[in-house]
């Protein structure tokens, strides 16, 4: 177990925010969070699953939701109205979520975890455990940002999503004691946060840890830091921190050029929409495009169906090597001059049950999915 510094977590925020593929929540929040930990004496403290009794319980903790119609959050306002949204409202429902389950299951938590890897989602879970003294995990659920709660290691490894609890931006707690499968979980969890303006906060999946060591991609979190401190050290010393980036991460360039049109759209709790990339250097008369449901998921070069998930596109601005988001309602990316990567995915991700929950047939996309190394 060590002691991360506060250069370590916003390294991490860095590296998570571009493996979060325009998804995983803002790095603003997350950044806002570890000051918060820090300026109140906390502790981030990581370790190894392998240091966990095997006995001991994990659950994910995580923000759910996403776009809604501006008629939904008109619909709520007078609600909204009479709850704060400030970072000590969001941490009163964070630990509530996280009280209802293990008052529900009856057993303590020892470590909070990450469903998916993002600056945002990726540092909630690590934020309580600092807050509450706890360990968090060198490990998350997923190796990137997904946008649908059963898309996680843990249903590729047979976990159960529930008895999972929900809390809404009011503060209504909400406990899914069982589901007929993931999917189900997500569709009525992703309900509950439609109604509730576009978000809940979720503790669910609980389990033992010798489960979590086969439900989830390893050193993650040291493996952004890393990603983060290439970066930072690239362009501190005047350096390229696209090399160093690709050395860490073990990225490669598919694309650049710059961006003709955005669209996007917000509904059904998800911000769905299409980059379209006109290519220049060595790309020029090429053009990209790129699908997102939250996060990327699916491209196409020339036409041709090209990187797609579970590996990873990671979209970053040209001049200034900082990660895009797709959680940009009232603006767009058009007209930015981009760099577009592709990271192979996890290799538990390229099972049969992976390949079913995260390729693009899961979509509604009939293309298969080929890993990008081929």
Known sequence: MKILTKQDML?????????????????????????????????????????????????????????????????????????PRDQEARLRRLRKAAKELSDYIGKEVTSFIAAETGGGNGVLPMYLNALEGKPSVDADCCGRAKPEMGMSLTAVAGMPITPLAMVTPFMETVILKSAVDDIRAEDITRH??????????????????????????????????????????????????????????????????????????????????????DGDGEYAGKKMKVWFKNEHLVSWLDDEPYVVGPDLICILERDSFEPLSNFIRGTTHAGKEILVYGIPADDEWKNPKGIELFGPRHFGFDIDYVPMKK
Not at 47 to 66: F, H, Q, T, W
Not at 205 to 228: A, E, F, H, L, W
Not at 247 to 260: C, M, Q, T, Y
């Open 11 to 83: 390294d991490y925020v860095t590296g998570a925010t571009i493996l979060g593929c325009g998804g995983g929540g803002g790095a603003e929040g997350g950044i806002r969070m570890i000051n918060e930990a820090f300026d109140g004496g906390h502790e981030f403290k990581l370790a190894d699953l392998s240091e966990l009794p095997d006995d001991d319980i994990l659950c994910i903790v995580a923000g759910v939701g996403g776009g809604v119609p501006q008629e939904v959050r008109d619909k709520v306002a007078h609600y909204a109205e009479r709850f």
């Open 192 to 277: 509950v946060a439609v109604a509730s303006g576009g978000g809940v906060t979720v503790a669910r999946c609980p389990g033992k840890v010798k489960d979590y060591r086969r439900s989830t991609v390893p050193k993650i979190v040291s493996n952004c830091i890393k990603i983060g401190a290439a970066i930072r050290e690239a362009k501190a010393k005047g350096g390229d921190p696209r090399e160093a980036f690709m050395k860490a991460s073990g990225a490669v360039l598919i694309f650049e050029g710059k961006v003709n049109d955005y669209t996007f759209e917000g509904t059904g709790g998800f911000n769905w929409g299409e980059w379209f990339i």
